[in-house]
């Protein structure tokens, strides 16, 4: 029951708004323990990391198509006066998108920073008009990414690499 527990608590750190990866793998490598008493290798816990914020990219990037569809079809104001800006919006962006594309995305994705990640990707994706197929792909690259970089860093301050009083360790273990 415990396992249950501690793989729950990280895929729900990966669905958080704005901390996705940044909070579920050092969850994973630091806090599983004193939390639930069990101990889940690195090499579990990233995978199962990763593939829920995947999920999570990929649930909002659906779910979005038949909300804005809802609000068009119930609402008049949200269909006359912030729906031809979203789509001017598109217009704008397209050639940017064409030029970057999908390396663009999973970059943005990629960079595990506040305000990035696979919700925040999978919004602006929509928004800019991105196709199912390109976003999946700039998704899963990106999140990937950040997983890899998160991780690195993680296995550092595991290994005694990281100083004790350096504002990494205190950013990822505060």
Request: hydrophobic share 60%; glycine share 8%; with cysteine.
């Amino acid at each position: 029951m415990e396992y249950f527990l501690a793989i729950a608590t990280l895929i729900f750190f990966s669905f958080l708004p704005l901390l996705e990866l940044r909070a579920s793998i050092p969850v994973g490598f630091f806090a599983l323990h004193a939390m639930w008493g069990v101990h889940i290798d690195w090499w579990w816990v990233v995978p199962i990391c990763i593939v829920a914020n995947v999920a999570l990219g990929i649930v909002a990037f659906e779910i979005l198509l038949p909300i804005l569809a809802f609000f068009r079809k119930r609402w008049t104001w949200f269909r006359e006066r912030l729906w031809p800006h979203v789509e001017k919006r598109q217009q704008k962006l397209k050639p940017v998108v064409d030029r970057y594309g999908e390396w663009g995305l999973a970059i943005f994705i990629g960079v595990p920073l506040p305000g990035t990640g696979a919700l925040t990707g999978a919004v602006g994706a929509f928004l800019l008009g991105f196709e199912r197929r390109r976003f999946y792909v700039a998704n899963v690259a990106g999140v990937v990414m950040a997983g890899i970089a998160v991780t690195a860093v993680c296995l550092l301050i595991d290994a005694g690499v990281v100083a004790e009083d350096s504002w990494i360790r205190r950013l990822f273990l505060g």
